[in-house]
Nanobody, 126 residues
Framework: QVQLEESGGGSVQAGGSLRLTCAAS????????MGWFRQVPGKEREGVAA???????TYSDSVKVRFTISQDNAKSTLYLQMNSLKPEDSAMYYC????????????????????WGKGTLGTVSS
């Protein structure tokens, strides 16, 4: 059974940084793609970043250069380093996973994944 649990959210000022962590269980690293999504109340969910089984990464245009997704396979942990944060980055951030056999990570980032955590809230003040 796949389980995902996010942590690391919080409140920062614009220009600051946050590092999100997702502890995963029930996942075989070389078979699953993983990603980060975010959602603001009243808006559609947005794919932020994803990592494929070969370690290749993909980002939404809105976070490219500022955010970095990484994975520690030994610890079954996914990270999202968020730098130069803007107020518009404020959202509930969700960790997600899906078998890479379904689609490449860039496609999963656009359409969503199968397994989801409960989310961690990140708030950026101006």
């Amino acid at each position: 059974q796949v389980q995902l649990e996010e942590s690391g959210g919080g409140s920062v000022q614009a220009g600051g940084s946050l590092r999100l962590t997702c502890a995963a269980s029930g996942i075989t690293a070389n078979r699953y793609c993983m990603g980060w999504f975010r959602q603001v109340p009243g808006k559609e969910r947005e794919g932020v970043a994803a990592i494929d089984s070969d370690g290749s990464t993909t980002y939404s245009d809105s976070v490219k250069v500022r955010f970095t997704i990484s994975q520690d396979n030994a610890k079954s942990t996914l990270y999202l380093q968020m730098n130069s944060l803007k107020p518009e980055d404020s959202a509930m951030y969700y960790c997600a996973a899906a078998r890479c056999a379904i689609a490449p990570a860039r496609t999963l980032l656009e359409y969503g994944m199968n397994y989801w955590g409960k989310g961690t809230l990140g708030t950026v003040s101006s």
